[in-house]
């Protein structure tokens, strides 16, 4: 079984900063691309950033040179450093991972969700 277990949303003010991690566990075999993907209150899912095994990156425009993603291979862990957040950030951030498990081939997990709330 693969879990994803997210850390780090909460309260912050325009103009700051907050670090989001996501650590995968369970029986894995690879993990290839990690991302964060981010829902607003009645608005869909969107691809905020993803980045491969080798460290290749993409970002939403919305975003972009704002946010920075990293991963950790040998923790199996990815971050998400948000500067300059705006009210517009607001949202559920969501970890996701597509990654090969000791007992199925590749597949796309989710972690639960973390709230990110820009706020004055």
């Known amino acids: 079984q693969v879990q994803l277990v997210e850390s780090g949303g909460g309260l912050v003010q325009p103009g700051g900063s907050l670090r989001l991690s996501c650590a995968a566990s369970?029986?894995?075999?690879?993990?290839?691309?990690m991302g964060w993907y981010r829902q607003a209150p009645g608005k869909q899912r969107e691809l905020v950033t993803t980045?491969?095994?080798?460290?290749?990156?993409d970002y939403a425009d919305s975003v972009k040179g704002r946010f920075t993603i990293s991963r950790d291979n040998a923790k199996n862990t990815v971050y998400l450093q948000m500067n300059s957040l705006r009210p517009e950030d607001t949202a559920v951030y969501y970890c996701?991972?597509?990654?090969?498990?000791?007992?199925?081939?590749?597949?796309?997990?989710w972690g639960q969700g973390t709230l990110v709330t820009v706020s004055s």
């Open positions: 980045i491969t095994r080798g460290g290749s990156t």
């Open positions: 369970g029986s894995i075999y690879s993990i290839n691309t």
């Open positions: 996701y991972a597509r990654l090969v498990s000791v007992v199925a081939g590749p597949r796309d997990y």
